[in-house]
Each structure stands twice: as C-alpha cells, then as structure tokens.
C-alpha cells in the first residue's frame, strides 16, 4: 500500500467514514503507507490502513507497483462502462471518435491491450492490497480488544471480498494473493470463489449489526453479498436462506431497519442518501478542503448532458432499447417478450427548435427518474431540451443520464468544480435492498418455492406505482425551481403483479429478470447480470439490432459466445506477471 495520506482521510472524514479534522499541515504529512505494517502499533494506525482500504473503492487512487500503478475514472466503481454500456443499458455517448476504447468494449471487439481493462485491474488489485495490510497489521497490536479486533478483521475481510468480485465478475479466473502472500507472481489456474465466500461469511459472523460510522459496512451488508456471491454461483438454497435473513432482520449501519423509500430517486440523490434502502454504498464527498480530484464522484465525471449547465461531457446516453422497455400496457405490466414492438416517441434527429409531441402512451414512472428525453423536467434543471444537450445524436441516440445528476436547488453543496468535469457528493450504490428483493426473488424462482418471488418483485413495483415517486411538469417551465405542479409530467400506468401471475418457473424468471432491467437500470450491473444468467448473446442481439438501426455505435456489433462472457486479461498484468518466458497467467479463452 502506496499512498495512504492524510489528503485520502480528510476525503473519508467528510464523506462520514472518520470523524476528526483535517488541517493544511496535516495534508503534508508523508503516505502513512511509506510505514511498514509491523511499524502499526496502534489502534489508530490500523485504523488508518482500514480507511486506506475504504478510500480505494473509489477506483481513483493508488499507485501499487505489484499491479502495475495508479488508475482513472475508467475504474469507476459503478461500472458504467463495463455494466452497462456493454451490457446495453446505454451507448457510450460523446461523439463516435472519443475515448475509443469504450466503443470497442461495447461492440465486443475489445482485446487484451485494451489499457480500460488495465486500470479496471489495478484499482481492484490497489483495494486488495490494502485490504490485506489491514489483516497483516492488526495482528501486531496487542492493545485492540477481541470485539474490536473481529470489527477491523470482518470491514478488511468484506472490503477484500468486494474487490475480489469484481474481478471475478469481469475476468473469471485471477490471481488470488491475500496477507500471507510474499511472491505476487501468482497463478490464475484456481477458482477463487470460495476465497470471496470465505472473505464475506467472516464479515457476516462477525460485524457488528451498527457501526458508528455511516460509511463503514456492517454485518447485514456482509450478509447481502454473501448471498450474492451464493447467486452468481446458482447455490440457491444458501441464496435463498442468507437473503431471507437479510430482508427480515436485516438494519443499515445507524440501525434502521431496511426498507424502500417511498421517492424512487431518493436513492440517487446526494441530499437523501444514506436512507434505509442503502446497504452498501460507497460513500463521495464534495468540497471537502482537499480542492482535489479525489474528491466527489468522479467516476461519473463525464456522465452529463454536454452543452448543458453542467459543462462536460455528454457520454453515457441511455439506449433506446432501455428507454422502449418502460412502456406499459393497459394493465400497467412491463412487454416482457415484445416491448421494442411498442417503442416510445423520440426526438432522434429532430432539432429542438422544431416541434416535437411527447409520447402519449402508458410508462413507467421509472423512466424518467433514469432516462432525460425530450420535453421532460430534468429534476429541476429545466425540460431536456432534446438535441442541444446530445453532442452526436447520429453515434448515441436521443436520451440523457440521469441518476448521477444533482439538483439545481442543492448545486452550492452537494457539486464540485474541481475537477476538469463535474462532480458530486452522490453515492455509488453498490447494494440497495430493491436489488436485495430481486436477486431473492430469483433465487426462489430458481428453487420453485413459495410464490416464485412474486411477493418480492411486487414489493419493488409497488414503490413505482406510488404518486410520491412520479416526475411532475413545471408550475413555470421557463423557472424551472418555482416548483412542480400536481400534473405528471407523463401517462404514468404502473402495477403489480396479480396474485398467482408466476405461474412456473419459467414465467418468474422472464419477469424478474425483466424487472432488474428496470429497477436497476444505468447501475452498472447489466451485463454481469444477462452472463450468469445465460442471455447475453439473446438480450444483445436484440439491443444491437433495434438501436443499431438508427445509432451508428454499435451497428453492426456482435456478442460471441463462450467468449465474451468476460474480459481478456489485460496483456500488461500478462506480462507483468511473466518469469523468463512464460506468464503466471492463462488468458481468456478466444483472446
């Protein structure tokens, strides 16, 4: 571990993770990491490398020569590029010819050189390592009682899990080193599954069910993942009895009982975070004395309307196939099997300043919570004015992103200039308990118990179908914070399920797999989701060839299966890790 200043704690003690100060001469303090780990002999120092190993899961920071160096905002935690741009919930926006390396990740013509892959690696191999010097130094401190000790051991333990899913969500097979480990040229020939298992049932048996810090995780985030981890290996009945643990008894780290908030965006919304649907977010702060690009959700730095007030950079753009999959029918049920038959009405290639109707039909309120389009408020910015806020309609479609913005109304706190591109203080939500209702609702569909998780998904579009969470039109669109009148800005006809709907197996599973698609839609984890599910070439064959009609970027794309299921590995971290002429690491078949 590298790089563990003062200038990182001073970015977690705003983002609520530590509680102290921070002042100039503290910021030019050398890296606490320059310390060797049998150098700790506190309790404040191993709590120092702890949040060392927190303040990584931003994927910005890190310079670890084992893996190769630091990273960038292409090691964005929410996984924009590699969940969901290539998983089809969004283009990757801009222009055709900008950042290049996107493109080929979306049309899967990616390869090992690709340096996105390799930044993606050290920023989880940057977490991982300090992760495991947390687990080296606390053995040397004699003065942190048992409790303590277990709390410390179980956040490094949950963290090194964290890190390790990522990886193995996205590259199958990699290295595994933890803080027994002195050579790191290390093989990838092992399935390191029940390493991640291991890492989160320790968490889960050992945390806490409160902390004292909001960013700090707890024993029922613990639980969350580790039942996640059971699902991404269709170990359902463990799934399902972890996730059903959570959902009854589960509480977010202040002790409140988990639950759904009664605003959809109430979970992307700097000013209400931190709320009882959040179980493990991480957390991001703005304007916390650091005047750095450290601070904020960069990740997302580029992720706004371009030429709008926010200044950079227009990528990110929701796909039309996304968009097309929140109609409803009469009813208010999603399309499961035919939605880009009913597509909605969209302004690709009509100017803004030439008419434009609004589509008439039955949505789902959710849309626009996620999707900004034309002549609808875009919170309280104004309406999307269509064409002036997309920089190359031709290359990435008609829409906007929405659920990394920031409201007009709370700019003065919650933005942050001081980067190149716009920040803010919203949390990347890596787990929230509608996500927990789902993957529980699919596990027992996959076991064919109960209600086939019917309940669960009904739960989920309840919240939807509440007027609390509808978007409003303006009481004066040309003062777009005067407020919002008692009109929805769209047909919204949204319902729930009725009872007995999930008839069979088969059924249940379209449907809660369709109701991910909505519920999570531009979360980053798209793509990681229709792989373990076994759908990828269907789902985007059928996103290639609706939106590759009219948007240049992925015309002509092509998903190869028994390939592209995941990631080459990146050709630098092959080379890294070579003795002579052969390489520790086996690549990815097709690659």
């Known amino acids: 571990m590298k790089n563990i200043t003062r200038l990182s704690v001073c970015a ?36 120092g490398l702890l949040i060392g190993a927190y303040s990584a899961l931003d994927g910005q920071s890190g310079t670890n020569t084992a893996f190769g160096g630091g990273s960038a905002w292409e090691a964005s935690p929410d996984n924009w590029i590699y969940g969901s741009v290539a998983g089809g919930d969004a283009h990757k926006g801009s222009s055709g010819i900008d950042q290049p390396a996107i493109n080929s990740i979306a049309t899967f013509t990616v390869d090992a050189s690709n340096g996105f892959l390799n930044s993606k690696w050290k920023a989880d191999y940057e977490g991982i390592t300090r992760a495991n010097n947390v687990l080296k130094a606390v053995g040397n401190v004699t003065s942190i009682s048992p409790s303590d000790k277990a709390n410390i051991i179980g956040q490094a333990r949950f963290l090194r899990g964290h890190y390790y ?29 029940p390493k991640i298992v291991a890492d989160f049932a320790f968490a889960y048996a050992n ?4 902390q004292s810090q909001v960013g700090r995780v707890n024993k029922w985030a613990a639980g969350a993942y580790l039942a996640k981890t059971y699902l991404y290996q269709k170990d359902y009945t463990n799934a399902d009895k972890t996730f059903t643990e959570v959902i009854t008894s589960g509480k977010n780290t202040a002790g409140v009982p988990y639950g759904l908030t009664d605003n959809y965006f109430d979970n992307f ?15 991001q702060a703005a304007n916390d004395g650091t005047n750095t690009i450290s601070e904020a959700n960069n990740g997302d730095m ?23 999959s929140f109609r409803t029918d009469g009813s208010g049920l999603p399309y499961l099997d035919d939605y880009n038959t009913h597509p909605l009405v969209n302004d690709q290639g009509i100017a803004s300043n030439v008419a434009f109707t609004l589509d008439a039909g039955n949505l789902d309120p ?8 034309r002549g609808i408020p875009y919170l309280d910015w104004g309406n999307h004015p269509g064409q002036n806020w997309i920089r190359e309609q031709s290359s990435a479609g008609p829409y906007s992103p929405k659920k990394n913005v920031y409201f007009q109304a709370t700019k003065g706190t919650v933005a942050d200039a001081h980067a190149w591109a716009p920040g803010n203080a919203n949390q990347v939500n890596i787990i929230r308990f509608a996500d927990v209702l789902l993957m529980a609702a699919e596990a027992k569909a996959q076991l064919a118990t109960g209600d086939l998780g019917l309940s669960y998904v009904n739960m989920v579009r309840a919240r939807a179908a509440k007027p609390a969470g509808f978007v409003y039109s303006y009481i004066d669109p040309a003062n777009p914070m005067s407020g919002y009148t008692a009109a929805p800005a769209a047909k919204y006809v949204v319902s729930t399920y ?8 088969g059924l249940a599973l379209k449907a809660i797999y369709f109701e991910r698609k909505l519920e999570l839609a531009m ?27 009219t948007i240049s970027d992925v015309a002509g794309a092509h998903f190869t299966p028994n390939k592209n299921e995941v990631y080459p590995l990146p050709q630098a971290q092959i080379d890294l890790e070579s003795t002579g002429s052969a390489s520790a690491l086996k690549q990815n078949t097709g690659y």
């Open 12 to 47: 977690l003690i705003a983002a609520g993770i530590v509680q102290s100060s921070c002042k100039k001469s503290e910021l030019d303090q050398p890296a606490l990491g320059a310390l060797s780990t049998t150098q700790i002999t506190s309790a404040s120092g191993v709590d």
């Open 302 to 324: 580029l992720n706004y309307p371009y030429n709008s007030p926010f200044g950079c950079c227009g990528f990110f753009q929701p796909s039309e196939d996304l968009a097309n």
């Open 366 to 373: 959710r849309l626009d919570w996620t999707v900004g389009r």
């Open 498 to 505: 009725p009872s007995g709907y999930f008839s069979n197996k």
């Open 165 to 193: 899913f990522d990886l193995k969500k996205m590259f199958g097979n990699v290295p595994y080193v933890d803080e027994t480990t002195t050579n790191f040229v290390q093989p990838n020939t092992a399935d390191i599954w």
């Open 523 to 549: 979360e980053g984890g798209r793509f990681f989701d229709i792989v373990r599910w076994g759908i990828a070439q269907q789902s985007l064959a059928t996103y290639f060839g609706y939106d590759g009609k």
């Open 269 to 283: 919304n700097a000013s209400t975070k931190n709320n009882k649907e959040t179980v493990f977010a991480i957390q």
């Open 207 to 210: 945390l806490p069910a409160t």
